[in-house]
């Protein structure tokens, strides 16, 4: 069984979007219920719905073999229901990505949904593209902001060295990084160079790091959605982010060696001409 921690929140600064939630969960000694995950959304006056209108609300995980229309992904979408497993870090995060970023949430439960109705309806045996991505961005997904278009060619060029160390302080005040998948936020508990998010990057004016945090995720969440509803057509439209190179996310990083790590600081593939 996987131990409980409520004060999961400091052992990185990862954890920074569910900071305005730890006043629910900092005097729980024991692992959050489905019911608890439930109350939380109605304690902070939020009602969370489906692309399908349906009010979404977690519930237990049900074994054995289902039918198309209880699988996990069609259960969201026709019912609101998620199934979430007890005692398990992984179906947390997925359940408090749902509580910070509902709309994009929304979206890719649609995505899944619609795709994989598609793909029975025409008796196609392998996953589309969009699914993929959709997936992959579910799991693994890191939403990159910046005011500052020079940071963006270095990010896209996989400039890492440049953008991480030589320009840290242009980074820190005009670049954020905000973790989406849940994947990759249950690798934060024991943070390891090595974990790398699948990025969407938006260009955006420079008062955007003056707002609250809950502005920002607000904003966040109403970006994203748009973008997956139309832009996201691959993994392609992802961009690779080693995202402990982000200036105070891993105390290795406070020496300019630590991004010499070819393993992990990657040079960009070539495409052959």
Request: charged share 20%; aromatic share 14%.
């Amino acid at each position: 069984m996987q131990c409980w921690d409520p004060n999961f929140y400091n052992r990185s600064p990862i954890f920074e979007p569910f900071s305005y939630l730890n006043k629910f969960f900092i005097d729980s000694p024991n692992w959050p219920s489905v019911n608890d995950l439930n109350d939380l959304g109605t304690r902070r006056n939020q009602v969370i719905v489906t692309r399908s209108g349906k009010s979404v609300h977690f519930i237990p995980q049900q074994l054995g073999k289902k039918n198309q229309e209880e699988k996990y992904e069609s259960r969201i979408y026709l019912s609101g229901h998620i199934q979430t497993r007890a005692h398990n870090w992984h179906d947390f995060f997925n359940a408090i990505v749902w509580q910070v970023f509902p709309r994009s949430k929304s979206k890719l439960n649609e995505i899944h949904y619609q795709t994989q109705l598609t793909e029975l309806e025409n008796s196609i045996n392998k996953r589309s593209a969009i699914r993929d991505a959709a997936t992959l961005f579910d799991e693994s997904g890191i939403i990159v902001f910046s005011s500052n278009k020079a940071l963006i060619q270095l990010l896209e060029s996989f400039e890492w060295k440049e953008l991480f160390w030589k320009h840290r302080e242009n980074v820190l005040s005009s670049m954020l990084f905000v973790v989406f998948g849940h994947g990759l936020y249950e690798k934060a508990l024991n943070p390891y160079t090595g974990m790398t998010g699948k990025g969407i990057i938006f260009k955006v004016k420079h008062d955007y790091f003056s707002k609250t945090l809950s502005d920002q995720l607000l904003l966040a969440d109403t970006m994203l959605e748009s973008f997956l509803s139309h832009t996201l057509l691959s993994s392609a439209c992802l961009t690779p982010v080693p995202l402990l190179g982000y200036p105070g996310w891993f105390r290795e990083n406070e020496s300019e060696l630590y991004y010499d790590n070819k393993r992990y600081f990657r040079d960009q593939r070539k495409i052959p001409i």
